[in-house]
């Protein structure tokens, strides 16, 4: 088996520090980027950290990158989940896109989730994928003005923007056309640090599986996001270009039917 290089961010916790065990165990090369406890240790909150990020996974690379995958993410109800979520996606990416287009065979590959479907904030979204991110935290900061529950809305936007982000760019010449596909995964509820309190309780178990129902196996471990991520980045995939996969347990098609394209 060829061994690859792969940044994983957010490869202290949950969906991210899965995959990034994955690929170690497959005999991978991995260089892990997270705030703390990683290989590369940046805030991707922020233009500079995102800067700081990339050009220390590349030289913790030794300028050779032959995949990403962008797990790093928070659903706090305030705008911070904006510059996470989506900028410190989207422009991390792009910065590593000229490095990864050397490699035989590049991949890009970042975790949206359920939540994209879910009620969000145009504006929030608009303004987003407008590359504006002070406005978008300015939408956000009001959002979550109005209380926690409002203020949720910065997450499920910030996921709507990433996946309708992936559909653009993934055709765009800097990704397409350096022969990058560029893909995304939507996990139902996962069983990490993320959900663990609001797990705790029969009420919020109820809670959550009434807004994502999964009739297929129920809440999954985050191992089993990790294999998809980690196959959507191997050499394997060559074609598939811009799509949201729902690894959701069946929540996806319980809520929305069979007709999506009406």
């Not at 035989?104 to 989730?113: D, I």
Request: proline letters at 6%; glycine letters at 8%.
């Amino acid at each position: 088996m060829t061994t690859r290089t792969y940044i994983v961010t957010g490869s202290a916790s949950g969906i991210g520090a899965a995959v990034a065990d994955l690929l170690r165990e497959r005999g991978q090369k991995v260089i892990g980027v997270d705030l703390r406890n990683a290989d590369v240790e940046a805030d991707l909150s922020t233009p500079e950290g995102r800067q700081i990020a990339a050009d220390r996974a590349v030289e913790a690379a030794g300028g050779s990158v032959d995949a990403v995958i962008a797990c790093a993410g928070i659903s706090a109800p305030i705008p911070l989940t904006v510059s996470v979520n989506f900028f410190g996606v989207t422009e991390f990416l792009d910065r590593l896109a000229p490095v990864l287009a050397r490699s035989e065979a590049p991949r890009a590959v970042v975790v949206s989730s359920m939540a994209s479907l879910q009620p969000n904030s145009p504006e929030l979204v608009d303004a987003m994928l407008a590359g504006d991110e002070a406005m978008a935290r300015q939408i956000g900061q009001k959002l979550a003005d109005q209380g926690p529950q409002i203020g949720y809305l910065n997450y499920p936007s910030s996921k709507r923007a990433l996946s309708r982000w992936v559909r653009r760019a993934s055709i765009s010449e800097l990704y397409a056309g350096n022969g990058i596909p560029l893909n995304a995964v939507a996990p139902g509820t996962v069983l990490t640090a993320m959900t663990r309190e609001l797990l705790a309780t029969p009420e919020g178990v109820k809670m959550v599986d009434e807004n994502v129902p999964m009739p297929l196996n129920g809440h999954s471990e985050p191992v089993v996001i990790a294999r998809l991520l980690a196959w959507l980045a191997s050499e394997e995939n060559s074609h598939l270009a811009g799509q949201t996969i729902y690894c959701d347990g069946g929540a996806d098609a319980s809520l929305r039917g069979d007709d999506i394209w009406s």
